[in-house]
C-alpha cells in the first residue's frame, strides 16, 4: 500500500486561512518521524483491536494447519470479570447447527457439548460467550475449527516485526508499506486500518490546538457569564426605579466615549490573562505539548507564537523518542536542553510585553478617569448610570471578543482535514514462499553438495591406506601382492575355498616370492605388520597351506609369544611351542606338530612368557633355525607387529624374505612411513608389501581376479587332505591343453 503525506505547500486553503494569516492551528511535519509513527506499537495496537485479531481461526489439514480468514459469522466474547484472560489458549469449535455447538480441549481433557449460542458457559476455568452473527451463513462451518486467542500486545508486536515502511523515492512524500504473511486478505486490511487510524491521529494532532484553545475560551465565558447576568439585572432594576424617559443626550455622549475605552481594555484584560496562563503553565505542566498558542487568543507578536511553537515540536518529539530509546540517550538531554532555553525565552517576552501592556493599559484608564471626571458634572442617577453601564459594557466586549474567538477556533477545527491520503489501497502480491524452482535447486545442491562434502570431509580426517596407489605413493618397498576380502568367517581359505579368487592371490604370492628368493634349498619367510588386526596369521596360514599344496615340506611358526592365536585355527594344542624350546632344554621334535594336511607342520607359540623378546636373543634360536632349515623346504614365520615390538626385528635376520601385511582401510598411513623408514635404514632388507583384506565395492577398487570360469584351471581336484598330488596338477595341465585345443 502506498499513501501520500501533503505538506504546507500541497494542502488545501482551509478556513483557517481565511481567519488568520498564520498557520497557527496547524504546526509543520517533520518527515522524518512518519517513517517510525507509522511503525510505533500504540499505532498498531490501534488498529489491531480495531480489527479484533486476539482471536484467529484455523483449519487443520493432513499436511498443515492454515489460517482461515475472513474467519465465521462469530463473536466470541469473554468475561472481563474473572481476573483470568484466555491468553495464549486455545480450544476447538465444532458447530453442530445454526443454534448450537461443541467445544473442546486441544488435549482432549475436557469438553463441552450442546452449547447455545449467545450464552455464557464456563470452559477451563474462564467464561465465554459466542455469538452467531449469521445464522445461514455459520452452517456452512462443518469442518472443526481450531481456536487460539493471542493478547493485544504481542499481535501488535507481530506486526511491528513484519511491517516495512519506506519512502518511495527521495525527495517524494509517498510512504509505501509492504508486509509479508501467509494471509494475505488479513494482513491487506490490517494495513487499510492501519492507514485509517494514522489518518484519525493526524486529524486529531491537528484539531488538538483548536480543542485547547476552544477549552481555554469557555473557562473565560464562565466566569463573565455570571458577572454580565448580574450588571445586566441591575442596570434594569436601576432604569426602572430612576428613569421614566431616558438618559439626557450628554450623558449618552460619554456613555458612548466609554464605550469605546472599554472595548479597548478589554482586549488589553484578554492579553493579561493569557500572559498569567501561560507563565502559570510553563511553571506547573510537564506536558507542554496542550498549550494554547497566542494566535489562537488574537495575540500577534510573531516572536511568541513563533517560540510556543518550537516548544510544542520539541516535545512532540521528546515524546517519540522516549517509545524507542533510553531515558539516558545524550539527544534527549540535548531536548531538554534546547527545551528550557526556549521556556526562558518566552518568559523574557512575555516580560517585554507586559511591560508595553502596562505602558497602554495606564494610558487607557487616563482616558478612562478623564471620562469618567466629565461624568462627574451629570447629575448623581445619571452618573451612577454611566458606571454600571461601563462595568456591563466592559463584560460584554470581552465576552464577545471570547465568543469571536471561540466560533473561529470551532470554524478551523471542523474544517481542518488530515493530511494522509491513501494513494493506492492494499494490493495482494505473488507469493514470495516457497519459491518451487529455489526450492528444487537448493535441494539438489544439498543433496550432491552435502554427501560430497561429508566423503571429503571423512577422507580429509581418514588417515588409513585406501588405495593400492596410497601404498606406493608413501613408499618404495616392493608390492608383492593384493588379497581380496574373506567373506567367509574361516581362516583357512585354501583348504575351504580351493578355486576362490583369495586362493588364486595367495598363488601369485607363491610366485612372487619365488621370484624374490630364487631357487635356494630352504627359503624362510617373516610375516609382519605394524599393529594387530591386520591379517598376518591370515596370511602366514594360507601361505603355508599354498606352498604345502605343491609337494613342499613346509612348518609354520608362531612366533607371537604375546598374543598367540596360530593353534585355533589349525585347532591343536598350545602347551609346548617356541617359548618351551627358547626357556628349556627340549629337542625339537617335542615342540613341532603335525597338521591335518600333507606337507605341513606346525610349530606353536607356546606358553606366553614374561619375556618374549629376551628369548629370542637366546642361542637356542639360531640352532632351532638352522635344523629347521635343514628338514624343511619352506619355512613360514606369523612375528609379532613391527610397530609395536622389536621381535620382528630379531626374527628378520633369519629370514630370506619378509612380507609386510598391509590392510585396506585399516592401516594407517603414518605406520606405512615408519616401514618406508626402517626398509631405506636397512633395518629389515629383501622386504616387500601384501595388500590385504581389499573389497572392490567399499572403494571402487579390483584387485584383478575372477576365477568364476566354466572349466577347471589348475589344482582342480583335491584328495581330500586339503591339498593337490602332482597327479592332480598333470591331469589339470592335459585338460588345460585339450580345451586350448578345442578353441
Known amino acids: 500500500m502506498t499513501i501520500l503525506i501533503k505538506d504546507q505547500n500541497e494542502q ?15 504546526p509543520g511535519k517533520n518527515y522524518y518521524n512518519e517513517e517510525i509513527l507509522l511503525r510505533s506499537y500504540p499505532l498498531i495496537r490501534k488498529a489491531v483491536e480495531k480489527l479484533d485479531f486476539n482471536v484467529s481461526y484455523y483449519q487443520e489439514g493432513d499436511i498443515k494447519t492454515s489460517e482461515l480468514y475472513p474467519g465465521p459469522p462469530l463473536k466470541i466474547s469473554v468475561d472481563s470479570i474473572h481476573s483470568q484472560l484466555p491468553h495464549g489458549r486455545s480450544f476447538y469449535l465444532n458447530v453442530v447447527d445454526s443454534q448450537s455447538f461443541e467445544v473442546r480441549a486441544s488435549d482432549n481433557k475436557s469438553e463441552n457439548k450442546g452449547v447455545k449460542f449467545g450464552e455464557w458457559f464456563d470452559f477451563q476455568g474462564i467464561r465465554y460467550k459466542i455469538d452467531a452473527l449469521n445464522e445461514a451463513k455459520i452452517t456452512s462451518f462443518q469442518d472443526e475449527l481450531l481456536v487460539v486467542f493471542r493478547s493485544y500486545s504481542a499481535v501488535a508486536g507481530s506486526y511491528t516485526g513484519r511491517i516495512n515502511v519506506n519512502w518511495l523515492q527521495e525527495g517524494a512524500s509517498i510512504l509505501s508499506l509492504t508486509l509479508n504473511g501467509p494471509t494475505p486478505a488479513k494482513d491487506a486490511d490490517f494495513l487499510r486500518r492501519l492507514a485509517e487510524t494514522y489518518q484519525e491521529r493526524d486529524l486529531l494532532t491537528k484539531n488538538e490546538q483548536a480543542t485547547r484553545t476552544v477549552s481555554f475560551i469557555d473557562d473565560q465565558l464562565a466566569i463573565i457569564s455570571d458577572s454580565l447576568v448580574l450588571l445586566e439585572l441591575e442596570i434594569q432594576k436601576f432604569k426602572e426605579n430612576n428613569f421614566s424617559s431616558g438618559i439626557s443626550n450628554e450623558a449618552s455622549r460619554y456613555q458612548d466615549n466609554l464605550d469605546d475605552l472599554l472595548g479597548k481594555q478589554s482586549e488589553l484584560i484578554l492579553e493579561e490573562n493569557y500572559f498569567n496562563y501561560l507563565t502559570n503553565y510553563l511553571d506547573g505542566q510537564e506536558d507542554l505539548r496542550e498549550i494554547t498558542i497566542p494566535a489562537a487568543v488574537g495575540i500577534s507578536n510573531n516572536l511568541l507564537n513563533d517560540l510556543v511553537k518550537q516548544l510544542i515540536d520539541l516535545q512532540i518529539e521528546n515524546k517519540q523518542l522516549l517509545r524507542t530509546t533510553k531515558t539516558d540517550n545524550p539527544y534527549l538531554k540535548e531536548i531538554q ?7 526562558s525565552g518566552i518568559k523574557e517576552v512575555i516580560n517585554s510585553l507586559r511591560q508595553s501592556l502596562s505602558i497602554a493599559q495606564a494610558e487607557l484608564t487616563r482616558q478612562i478617569n478623564n471620562a469618567k471626571f466629565g461624568l462627574s458634572a451629570l447629575p448623581k442617577a445619571e452618573r451612577e448610570y454611566v458606571n454600571l453601564n461601563r462595568l456591563y459594557k466592559l463584560s460584554e466586549s470581552l465576552f464577545l471578543i471570547l465568543m469571536e474567538k471561540k466560533a473561529e477556533a470551532s470554524i478551523t477545527r471542523a474544517s481542518n482535514t488530515s493530511d494522509v491520503v491513501i494513494v493506492n489501497p492494499p494490493a495482494f502480491g505473488g507469493p514470495i514462499t516457497p519459491k518451487t524452482s529455489k526450492n528444487y535447486i537448493m535441494a539438489l545442491l544439498i543433496g550432491l553438495g552435502l554427501p560430497i562434502g561429508l566423503i571429503l570431509l571423512f577422507d580429509y580426517f581418514n588417515d588409513k591406506v585406501k588405495f593400492k596407489e596410497d601404498v606406493e605413493r608413501y613408499t618404495d618397498i616392493p608390492f608383492l601382492g593384493v588379497i581380496g576380502h574373506n567373506k567367509d568367517k574361516a581362516n583357512l581359505v585354501v583348504h575351504q575355498s580351493p578355486r576362490s579368487a583369495i586362493t588364486e592371490s595367495f598363488r601369485s604370492v607363491r610366485s612372487n616370492i619365488n621370484f624374490f628368493v630364487g631357487n635356494g634349498s630352504s627359503k624362510t619367510v617373516l610375516i609382519t605388520s605394524s599393529i594387530a588386526g591386520e591379517g598376518k596369521t591370515f596370511c602366514a596360514d ?23 592365536k596360530l593353534f585355533r585355527d589349525f585347532d591343536i594344542s598350545n602347551e609346548l611351542g617356541l ?16 597338521s591335518p594336511f600333507e606337507n605341513l607342520h606346525i610349530l606353536n607359540s607356546g606358553t606366553i612368557p614374561p619375556n618374549p ?12 633355525m638352522a635344523e629347521l632349515k635343514k628338514a624343511y623346504d619352506f619355512i613360514v614365520i606369523d612375528s609379532p607387529p613391527v610397530g609395536l615390538v622389536t621381535d620382528a626385528m630379531i626374527l628378520a635376520k633369519y629370514a630370506d624374505h619378509s612380507i609386510y601385511i598391509v590392510r585396506q582401510g585399516y592401516t594407517p598411513v603414518g605406520t606405512v612411513k615408519n616401514a618406508d623408514e626402517m626398509y631405506r635404514a636397512g633395518k629389515m632388507s629383501n622386504l616387500s608389501i601384501i595388500f590385504n583384506d581389499v573389497t572392490v565395492n567399499k572403494y571402487g577398487y579390483g584387485y584383478g581376479y575372477s576365477y568364476k570360469y566354466g572349466y577347471t584351471y589348475g589344482y582342480g581336484y583335491s584328495n581330500g587332505s586339503g591339498y593337490y598330488t602332482n597327479q592332480s596338477r598333470t591331469n589339470s595341465f592335459l585338460q588345460k591343453l585339450r580345451f586350448k585345443k578345442r578353441s
Request: no cysteine.
Open 12 to 26: 488545501d486553503n482551509s478556513i483557517s486561512d481565511l481567519i488568520y494569516n498564520s498557520r497557527g492551528f496547524m
Open 579 to 594: 617359548s618351551n624350546y627358547l626357556s628349556s632344554d627340549i629337542g625339537v621334535d617335542e615342540i613341532v606338530q603335525t
Open 542 to 564: 594360507n601361505l603355508a597351506l599354498i606352498f604345502a599344496s605343491t609337494g613342499k615340506k613346509t612348518i609354520l611358526i608362531g612366533a607371537d609369544m604375546r598374543r598367540p
Open 613 to 624: 623378546s629376551e628369548l629370542l636373543l637366546r642361542d637356542r634360536l639360531p640352532e632351532l
Open 337 to 343: 536542553n534546547r527545551t528550557d532555553e526556549i521556556k
